[in-house]
């Protein structure tokens, strides 16, 4: 783990690239890189991640700034403008069912090509996609989901990059570590060593690749 600058982190991400970002309707979402993003004007990024919260929160700042050029979510309905977007202005959006888009990510961090669901059979989400008979039922193969970086919230972070969430802001985070090749962190509090017990680290420092400093 390399603890960095707000504004070297996000210079290191180029534009185009896939980023996954925590967060449920902006709780959990590391706000820090979502500004900088906007103020160093990144632009044609895919964002992965469960909505695109609303404007002037979250992800919706990047929706705002148009610097997206698709969003794989479960939710756009409380983003007027990611909706004005994808009619008007050609925003590409894969709507996924929330628990697929779970398994998705999990998948992805965990090596697998993709997951088996029922979840769509019957409807326009199985148009062009493999099905798969198992046990007499149908099920869909769902591809897994990884990116070239994952948009951390943390509430604690040792030195080591060991990290802990807090509440609700736990969601998505913890699966999306998982799923980049590089893992960017805000941490509300950065503590030494052995301030988190073993038992409570819910993302180990292996996986944590930067630490945004006073993020």
């Known amino acids: 783990m390399k603890m960095i600058a707000l504004d070297e982190a996000v210079a290191s991400i180029p534009d185009g690239a896939t980023l996954m970002v925590g967060g449920f309707m902006g709780v959990g979402t590391p706000e820090p890189l979502m500004d900088e993003l906007v103020r160093q004007a990144r632009h044609d990024l895919t964002i992965i991640a469960n909505d695109t919260a609303s404007p002037g929160i979250g992800i919706g700042k990047l929706v705002t700034a148009r610097a997206l050029r698709r969003v794989v979510a479960s939710h756009i309905g409380l983003n007027p ?8 202005d050609g925003l590409q959006v894969e709507l996924v ?9 999990r998948a992805g961090g965990c090596g697998l090509g993709g997951i088996l669901t029922p979840t769509g059979i019957g409807t326009v989400v199985e148009e062009g996609k493999q099905t798969i008979e198992v046990g007499g039922r149908e099920y869909l193969l769902e591809t897994a989901l990884q990116a070239d970086f994952a948009l951390v919230q943390a509430f604690l972070c040792d030195y080591l990059g060991n990290l802990t969430y807090a509440l609700t802001g736990r969601n998505f985070n913890p699966l999306i570590a998982m799923a980049a090749r590089t893992v960017m962190v805000c941490a509300e509090h950065v503590v030494p ?4 017990a073993p038992d409570h ?7 944590v690749d930067y630490v945004i400093a006073r993020c």
């Open 97 to 105: 069912p929330q628990g697929t888009l779970v398994e998705r990510i």
């Open 201 to 207: 680290v819910v993302t180990p420092a292996p996986l």
């Open 193 to 196: 060593v052995g301030v988190i």
């Open 81 to 88: 403008e990611t909706q004005k977007q994808m009619i008007e």
